[in-house]
């Protein structure tokens, strides 16, 4: 059997969405004024912040906003939101709604085609599951419910269905696939007590998402999630790795790999730095490693 464990870089390839290391670029489309005052304030924040740490990552931004919580990090939670869900944003709609999962507009959007078709190309019968640290929507938008679960084949999700002006018809839809999927950050479509099936609770600010924290841990919002991850790993002979950063930062993600992938036989690193295959190879020194760049994809 098969895994896959995508990161930010291949959210980067297929749908143009930033990096870590652009993720506070501050390049969203406010419609109004509340959203104008929340970005001139979150601005401000990043620009203190980095004024005194000039040496850090992007992702330890999130770490300190994650440690300060309240008014801070729920504006956070909604600024990532609003960038990583830009060209999700539906035009139909009143608001700032995203697409549904199985909106048909957005399985025509070209980011949603690349990852759609990267993730066709391999025998759904030889994947035992997805792992991904992307608190983005676009393996759900590319799969849909008809291919995916959570870890509970079956699971409804809260929001409207594929009708948008006549919402009651085909609400709540049914994540009906045989492919597990876990997002072991968490996702812009959950917060503590339900799962949506688009980008509203992170768009409210109160998404359940967590940032790579340097403990050995998983978070205790999200253990169910890690057992599902350990349960997809440990059933592998071989994986792929589409985009992932090996950042050391990340403890508990890299001793996940570690733990349950000792007995991975073959690893193939996808990625535009080489590099990333000999930090592939210190965390599965027992398996064969290839390193390949990311495939061809459409423009977005």
């Known amino acids: 059997m098969k895994a896959i464990l995508l990161g930010a870089g291949f959210s980067r390839w297929a ?7 652009k993720l506070f670029d501050m390049q969203i489309q406010v419609r109004h004024r509340s959203e104008s005052r929340k970005l001139e304030l979150l601005r401000k924040t990043f620009d203190s912040w980095y004024q005194k ?7 330890q931004f999130v770490v300190w906003c994650h440690k300060k ?22 035009g139909r ?3 700032r709604q995203t697409y549904m999962i199985d909106d048909s507009k957005s399985s025509f959007l070209p980011g ?14 030889r994947l035992s599951g997805i792992l991904t640290t992307n608190y983005d929507l676009l393996i759900e938008h590319a799969l849909t419910t008809k291919r995916f679960h959570y870890g509970r084949s079956g699971e409804r999700l809260l929001g409207r269905g594929k009708n948008l002006f006549f919402p009651w018809q085909g609400a709540h839809p049914e994540l009906t696939g045989r492919l597990p999927l876990a997002k072991l950050h968490g996702s812009l479509s959950w917060d503590r007590e339900y799962r949506y099936t688009d980008g509203r609770a992170g768009i409210m600010g109160n998404a359940l998402i967590v940032p790579p924290l340097p403990e050995k841990k998983p978070p205790s919002e999200l253990v169910d999630v890690w057992r599902l991850a350990e349960q997809i790993l440990s059933q592998s002979e071989s994986l792929t790795v589409f985009g992932f ?24 690193v996808i990625d535009v730095d080489a590099t990333k295959g000999s930090l592939a190879k210190s965390i599965w020194p027992l398996a064969e490693v290839i390193t390949r760049r990311p495939p061809y994809c459409l423009d977005v």
Not at 15 to 21: G, R, V
Request: charged share 25%; hydrophobic share 40%.
């Open 112 to 125: 949603v085609v690349n990852a759609r078709r990267y993730l066709n190309s391999i025998p759904q019968q």
């Open 15 to 21: 749908a143009n969405l930033p990096t870590a290391d």
């Open 53 to 59: 740490e000039p040496q850090q990552q992007a992702e």
């Open 93 to 95: 709609a009143i608001g």
């Open 245 to 268: 950063a090996f950042n050391k930062y990340d403890v508990a993600i890299l001793n996940l790999l570690r733990r349950c992938g000792k007995q991975l036989r073959r690893v193939e």
């Open 69 to 90: 919580s309240g008014v801070i990090w729920k504006r956070l939670v909604w600024y990532v939101t609003r960038r990583l869900s830009e060209p999700f944003f539906d």
